[in-house]
């Protein structure tokens, strides 16, 4: 199975602050990785797919970026709606497998 | 626009299987693959499998001899079947259509409880 490690954890942010969020994968996934964005009792929805693609309808401000294993999405400026948990997941090969997730909240 | 949605009972007991069945509406189930995926309390998720738009199957390893994923094209529907159920199968389980760019639409997610 490909690992997908994921940090940091739990990450504290001011409005208006960059944000960063990382995943590294234990083997070469070309850009089959995705980010998701999920807050309470809502399902996930999908930011980020081919690693640096924005999905229809998501702000500008998120954006992915890749090199090699190495996998970000980042925040340009934090907003309070940004407030979530968000994971990555590759899809490269099965199982798919995930990151473990952030937890993103208001310093 | 594709819309998924879990139903299921919620309590299941210890060593019975579980039987979810994702509703798909917008989208017929016989293009691109519908999978299965689990989010533990904690956070961690896991990609049970998914069933492709011919009906051919993919499952995770960690799962192989307890799970079956079928379909009812006629309803639209696909379903899970997990058997002899541990508490560690306690989780919110989702369905989701898979398409080459990923898992872009899921299911609102059904919590499913183990406990006698």
Known sequence: DIQVTQSPSSLLASLGERVTITCQTSQSISNNLNWYQQKPGQAPMLLIY???????GMPSRFSGQYSGRSFTLTITSL????????FCLQHYSAPHTFGAGTKLELK | EVQLQESGPGLVKPSQSLSLTCSVTGYSITSNYWG???????????????????GSTSYNPSLKSRISI???????????????VTTEDTATYYCARYRTSGYGAWGQGVMVTVSS
Do not use: H
């Not at chain 1, 907003?79 to 948990?85: R, Y």
């Not at chain 2, 995926?37 to 011919?54: D, L, T």
């Not at chain 2, 079928?70 to 002899?84: A, M, P, V, W």
């Open chain 1, 50 to 56: 081919y690693a640096t693609s924005l999905q229809t």
């Open chain 2, 70 to 84: 079928t379909r009812d094209t006629s309803k639209n529907q696909f379903f899970l079947q997990l058997n002899s």
């Open chain 2, 36 to 54: 299965w995926i689990r989010k533990f309390p904690g956070n961690k998720m896991e990609w049970m499998g998914y069933i492709s738009y011919s």
């Open chain 1, 79 to 86: 907003e309070p709606e940004d407030i979530a948990n968000y």
